[in-house]
């Protein structure tokens, strides 16, 4: 008789915040997404992933501003086995790269999904289009709680 799988192969990957990034991790808690900016008055750029000096001005000043959530799918990929077993029980699944409406040089990976809870296989890969408009929705992985994506026209 087979083992039972164990609760690490079953459960999806959370990441591991660090020090930059667990601002980002939690505003994402309370369902806010709020990109890392330059707090200098002369740059005032975005970044992405956090980091603690402004790759444009090489300022340490910053802010996170608040995003709409809205972006469109700049590209994805439908992974194949072979999978981590969370991931081969919810395949075929979808990782897209969304390119956000207000900052197009910020691009996130996530999921596209039917709701915020949706399993990771919930949007057929034939209905994922390069371009289409998505809008961000949260959900909680193993105590963090994830950007996902969903359809503004499903």
């Known amino acids: 008789m087979a083992d039972a799988p164990s609760a690490t192969a079953t459960a999806l990957l959370a990441p591991t915040p660090d020090d930059d990034g667990a601002p980002f991790w939690d505003y994402?808690?309370?369902g806010e997404l709020r990109i890392q900016?330059?707090?200098n008055p002369d740059c005032q750029e975005l970044r992405f992933p956090p980091r603690p000096c402004c790759p444009h001005c090489h300022s340490f000043d910053s802010e996170w501003r608040r995003m709409t959530?809205?972006?469109r799918i700049w590209s994805y990929v439908i992974p194949h086995p072979p999978l981590l077993p969370a991931y081969a029980a919810q395949a075929p699944y979808n990782a897209i790269i969304v390119e956000l409406a207000e900052a197009p040089r910020?691009?996130?990976?996530?999921?596209?999904v039917t709701?915020?809870?949706a399993r990771l296989d919930s949007v057929d890969p034939d209905r994922i289009r390069i371009g289409a408009k998505v809008q961000a929705v949260f959900t909680q992985v193993d105590g963090v709680t994830l950007p996902r994506?969903?359809?503004e026209r499903p």
């Not at 910020?106 to 596209?112: D, F, P, Q, T, Y």
Request: net charge positive; glycine share 14%.
């Open 28 to 30: 994402a808690a309370r």
């Open 37 to 39: 900016a330059c707090a």
């Open 69 to 71: 959530g809205q972006g």
């Open 106 to 112: 910020i691009r996130l990976v996530g999921n596209l």
């Open 115 to 117: 709701s915020a809870d």
């Open 149 to 151: 994506w969903v359809l």
